[in-house]
Nanobody
Framework: QVQLVESGGGLVQAGGSLRLSCVAS????????MGWFRQAPGKERDFVAA????????YYADSVKGRFTVTRDNAKNTVFLQMNSLQPEDTAIYYC??????????????????????WGQGTQVTVSS
C-alpha cells in the first residue's frame, strides 16, 4: 500500500522560507511523477507544482512560479518543495500526491487532482503578515 508522508510545514513570517518534504513508501518511487497541491480553508485543492520521474521536468502554477522549487531524490524516495518569499496567501494545507502513470511524458495533466492516485495527509503552512 502506498503511503505518502509530508513534513516541514509550520508558521513563518511573510518573506520567509520553508522546505516541505514528502517521503513515499510501499511502491516503486522512481518511475512516477509527483505533485504538490494546497488547500486553504473553504477553498478547493489547488495545484502548486509537479515534477517528472527523473526530476528533469517541472511544472508550476503561475502563483508560485519563481518562488517555489520542486525537486526529488529518488534514492531517498522523497520529493521536496522549497518555498521562498512566502506570502499570507500561501497559507494552506500542503499535500503531495503520486501520479499512477509510469514515465509520463507531459506534466500538464498533473495540474488536476483527479489524475493522481495517492495522497498524503498534508502539512500546514501558515504565513503571518
Amino acid at each position: 500500500q502506498v503511503q505518502l508522508v509530508e513534513s516541514g510545514g509550520g508558521l513563518v513570517q511573510a518573506g520567509g522560507s520553508l522546505r516541505l518534504s514528502c517521503v513515499a513508501s510501499g511502491h516503486t518511487f522512481r518511475p512516477y511523477a509527483m505533485g504538490w497541491f494546497r488547500q486553504a480553508p473553504g477553498k478547493e485543492r489547488d495545484f502548486v507544482a509537479a515534477i517528472n520521474w527523473n526530476g528533469g521536468s517541472t511544472y508550476y502554477a503561475d502563483s508560485v512560479k519563481g518562488r517555489f522549487t520542486v525537486t526529488r531524490d529518488n534514492a531517498k524516495n522523497t520529493v521536496f518543495l522549497q518555498m521562498n518569499s512566502l506570502q499570507p496567501e500561501d497559507t494552506a494545507i500542503y499535500y503531495c500526491a503520486r501520479d499512477p502513470e509510469a514515465f509520463r511524458l507531459t506534466l500538464m495533466p498533473l495540474k488536476y487532482p483527479r489524475n493522481y492516485e495517492d495522497w498524503g495527509q498534508g502539512t500546514q503552512v501558515t504565513v503571518s503578515s
